[in-house]
Nanobody
Framework: VQLQASGGGLVQAGESLRLSCKAS????????MGWFRQASGKQRELVAL???????NCADSVKGRFTISRDNAKNTMYLQMNSLKPEDTGVYYC??????????WGRGTQVTVSS
C-alpha cells in the first residue's frame, strides 16, 4: 500500500490546516501509521502516531493543537493542525510501519506558517 500526503499550504500563525494521507489500498490492517515533519536543515521528526491497539500519541510540541485520525472506509489518515506556529513549518510526510520498520518515504506536503 502506497501513501500520499496532501493538504499543505501557506497559512498565517494561529490558522488551521488539515492534512490528508491517502492510501492506494486498504489501511484497515495497518496498525501503526504516523505523521512526520522535516524542517529545513533539521532531521525528520515524529509528529503524531497511531500505535498498536488504536491508541494515538502526539509529540509534546504539538499536543493540544494537532489531532491524528483515520477513516478506514476512505483509506485515509488525517492530521488536523490548529493554532499553527511558525515553528510548525516543514515538509510533512505520512508513513506506515510493517514488521517494526517504517516503509520507504513518499513525497511529502509543504506546510509554511508565516508570523
Amino acid at each position: 500500500v502506497q501513501l500520499q500526503a496532501s493538504g499543505g499550504g501557506l497559512v498565517q500563525a494561529g490558522e488551521s490546516l488539515r492534512l490528508s494521507c491517502k492510501a492506494s489500498g486498504s489501511i484497515f490492517s495497518i496498525a501503526v501509521m504516523g505523521w512526520f515533519r522535516q524542517a529545513s536543515g533539521k532531521q525528520r521528526e515524529l509528529v503524531a502516531l497511531f500505535a498498536v491497539g488504536g491508541t494515538t500519541n502526539c509529540a509534546d510540541s504539538v499536543k493540544g493543537r494537532f489531532t491524528i485520525s483515520r477513516d478506514n472506509a476512505k483509506n485515509t489518515m488525517y492530521l488536523q493542525m490548529n493554532s499553527l506556529k511558525p515553528e510548525d513549518t516543514g515538509v510533512y510526510y505520512c508513513n506506515q510501519m510493517a514488521s517494526g520498520v517504517w516503509a520507504s518515504w513518499g513525497r511529502g506536503t509543504q506546510v509554511t506558517v508565516s508570523s
